[in-house]
T-cell receptor, first 108, second 112 residues
Framework: QKEVEQNSGPLSVPEGAIASLNCTYSDRGSQSFFWYRQYSGKSPELIMFIYSNGDKEDGRFTAQLNKASQYVSLLIRDSQPSDSATYLCGGGYNKLIFGAGTRLAVHP | SAVISQKPSRDICQRGTSLTIQCQVD?????MFWYRQQPGQSLTLIATANQGSEATYESGFVIDKFPISRPNLTFSTLTVSNMSPEDSSIYLCSVGQEDGYTFGSGTRLTVV
């Protein structure tokens, strides 16, 4: 069983809509969870991290963590074509294990 | 966040040879990590490298194939040994800090 599971997509949303990205994890020892964005040919860049149950907002991005359900999500409001990328969910204890990544396409 | 310099940025190597990838960090960090990203795939953790101790390898990765050095708190190397075409991937180093993990720019390796 993979430690972090993500739907690989692609997820297609119209410009201005909300994109919802989801992730589940199996290791209850995982303490922190991270969302990264990766453009083709580039290294991953950090969007947000979360370690407490509930919501964490930063601009157009909201991360949600539910430790009881072992579920992490990322909402992107007012999606823009520039948000089109692969989004990587990762978590772990003293290391970072990634899911398969979800390809997001925002169309005008 | 830490700044990581990784080199080489790319290389084309003959099968059966070895390549050493270097990562230099601009500040002292306890934890450094090495990842592999195969074409069209996500990042897979190879090993965790802590200064002063042997690297800890993830399932499916062994020291004989991917020896790692961590001589101090700002530097690490990963060697890909006895390469085959299946080793063609992007290799990335990463450092872990309180505000997240930062990645190097990656080494694109092609084995022919």
């Amino acid at each position: 069983q993979k430690e972090v599971e993500q739907n690989s997509g692609p997820l297609s949303v119209p410009e201005g809509a909300i994109a919802s990205l989801n992730c589940t994890y199996s290791d209850r020892g995982s303490q922190s969870f991270f969302w990264y964005r990766q453009y083709s040919g580039k290294s991953p860049e950090l969007i947000m991290f979360i370690y407490s149950n509930g919501d964490k907002e930063d601009g157009r991005f909201t991360a949600q963590l539910n430790k009881a359900s072992q579920y992490v999500s990322l909402l992107i409001r007012d999606s823009q074509p520039s948000d089109s990328a692969t989004y990587l969910c990762g978590g772990g204890y003293n290391k970072l294990i990634f899911g398969a990544g979800t390809r997001l396409a925002v169309h005008p | 966040s830490a700044v990581i310099s990784q080199k080489p940025s790319r290389d084309i190597c003959q099968r059966g040879t070895s390549l050493t990838i270097q990562c230099q960090v601009d500040s002292q960090v306890t934890m450094m990590f090495w990842y592999r990203q195969q074409p069209g795939q996500s990042l897979t953790l190879i090993a965790t490298a802590n200064q002063g101790s042997e690297a800890t390898y993830e399932s499916g990765f062994v020291i004989d194939k991917f020896p790692i050095s961590r001589p101090n708190l700002t530097f690490s190397t990963l060697t890909v040994s006895n390469m085959s075409p299946e080793d063609s991937s992007i290799y990335l180093c990463s450092v872990g800090q309180e505000d997240g993990y930062t990645f190097g720019s990656g080494t694109r390796l092609t084995v022919v």
